[in-house]
């Protein structure tokens, strides 16, 4: 029985990007994974799935019950609540929208079994305001609402991106149960070893076109895929604006940042727990631990983004927090990406521009560029292979393509301190790499001290000798267990 079905259909956005030519029928109980690199139009298969992009020409018959999780939804759904509440009464009097508010909304139920809740770890968090939840725990409460939803056909864009690895077996092993029930699931995908075993086709997408589609074997062995997944970037013997590294600036004892005794709560919530921990120029950390544990918000501690800095015991970069310093003291130390920061990218300005800002701290360009800031900006993209974009609007860009050129934009002042939040996230294969290069690259030849937060194992870094890793704390919260590398 056909679900949808789509014959020679160009489908485009308001801003230009375009499917073309789209051929393909999904029936009832299929599964279909959609790959292609970064920009080849996989997340606008996903809109098309879900009846969100204008059709131009050709036939369609969409699914007539359908639901689509994106980072996009995540984004929209964080920025409609802050929108929506002001944050000084809600944080006192009302809670705002909660985790089980966001489920019930969004699968159209009022009485939720409490289960599925159970399942994905999130019973604790189920009444906290979304606005204090990670990017991670967001995304499962979605899950959680798709689940239940019971739609006809269900599109996953990127369904692991940003799960810790327990909540990455639970969301797999659920997918396959949706699977095995007769729903028809699309699942949009950069890393080929997330395709489930129970997928039985996949699609790639080159240039906005289906290349190939068919069974699953027959294409994971064919030569496209080989092709168009086994290229891969050289790094020069030099990155650009080597004269820019800087002289990090550290306290009495030598130390960039150092903490004692951090906590963090909200109301009775205990995030960060008796944090002690030191920061040494050229001590790199990679940083692990499950979702909602408080990893982005040690890192918005040490960025100058978090107010309960202030009361806390807490120096940065040679200055105690809360004794004259500016939060512009700190950015010009810090380089980050994090998905925070991409969903909060949403000013004007072309790739090139958004690149540049990196010089200036800022969300934008608001000043003239130099002519060496625009030199060593093109060259960093040459880098990438995204000089022919230079010019593009950095929001018709792809969520891969942005998050190239955030990593790009955090890189190019040569920080004291490159602080990288997932920095692979929503990157296909060929830019995962190539990122994994770069960010080593840097850690080897010094002057630069990486933190790297992953929940991916198998996307180590050498240069990376030191671990973190959020563990609960005894009275509540989490706290730091510190190691070397194994």
Known sequence: MSICKYESVTAHTNTGQELRNITIELNRGESLAVLGT?????????????????IVAGTASPAK???????ERIAAIIEEDFIEAD???????NPGLTALDLIKRESGMSDISPELIERFNLTAKQHTAIRHLSTGEIAKSLLIAALLAEPDLLILDEPYDGLDVESRSLAAAAIDSVIDHGTAVVLILNRIEEIPSKCNRIAILDHAEIILCGERDQILHSETMHR????????PDTLPGESRKQEPKTDSEGRLVSFRNVTVQYGDSIVLNGINWDLIPGEHWQISGPNGCGKSTLLSLISGDHQQAYCNDITLFGTKRGSGETVWDIKQQVGIVSALLQRD??????????????FHDSIGLYVKSSPKEEREAHQWLAIAGMQKQANLPFRRLSYGEQRMALILRAMVKRPAVLVLDEPCLGLDPINRQLVLNLVNYIGKTGGTTILYVTHHDEDRI????????FIPAVSG??????????
């Open 87 to 93: 944050i000084t009464e809600a944080t006192i009097l």
């Open 65 to 71: 019950r359908s639901i689509l999780l994106s980072f």
């Open 477 to 486: 919260g989490f706290t730091l267990a510190l190691s070397d590398q194994k």
């Open 228 to 235: 168009l997944f086994d290229l891969h970037h050289l790094l």
């Open 345 to 358: 990218y949403r000013v004007g300005g072309s790739l090139l521009s958004a690149v540049i800002s990196g």
């Open 38 to 54: 970064n920009g080849s139009g996989k997340s606008l298969m996903g809109k098309l799935f879900a009846g969100e992009l204008p």
């Open 462 to 469: 050498e240069s990376i000798h030191k671990r973190i890793r």
